[in-house]
């Protein structure tokens, strides 16, 4: 049964944007925070940001300024709005939630070309 489900990912130039959106489904219940990872091709997964149910945010240096993340709570959404895409920033991106235990979407590609 798959909890997280991403959107939005895709192929843009750079200093392009997305909005990356991730639903968790209706089973999952008392969502604390959720957030975004991403790997790229060789690396290792890294996290992006993270935002609580109160909405308290936090977003890694690499990416301050240029990506918010935003959640509705009612509908169980986490979104990362990305601006000024650079070609580093080319990943899969995966979502996260934290409830009783740790969910993980299936991951997006984001691809910035140069």
């Known amino acids: 049964q798959v909890q997280l489900v991403e959107s939005g990912g895709g192929l843009v130039q750079a200093g392009g944007s997305l909005r990356l959106s991730c639903a968790g489904s209706r089973s999952i219940f008392n969502i604390r925070a959720m957030g975004w990872f991403r790997q790229a091709p060789g690396k290792q997964r890294e996290w992006v940001a993270t935002i609580s149910s109160g909405g308290l945010t936090n977003v890694a240096d690499s990416v301050k300024g240029r990506f918010t993340i935003s959640r509705d709570n009612a509908k169980n959404t986490v979104y990362l709005q990305m601006n000024s895409l650079k070609p580093e920033d080319t990943a899969v991106y995966y979502c996260?939630?934290?409830?009783?235990?740790?969910?993980w979407g299936q991951g997006t590609q984001v691809t910035v070309s140069s």
């Open positions: 996260q939630a934290i409830a009783n235990i740790v969910y």
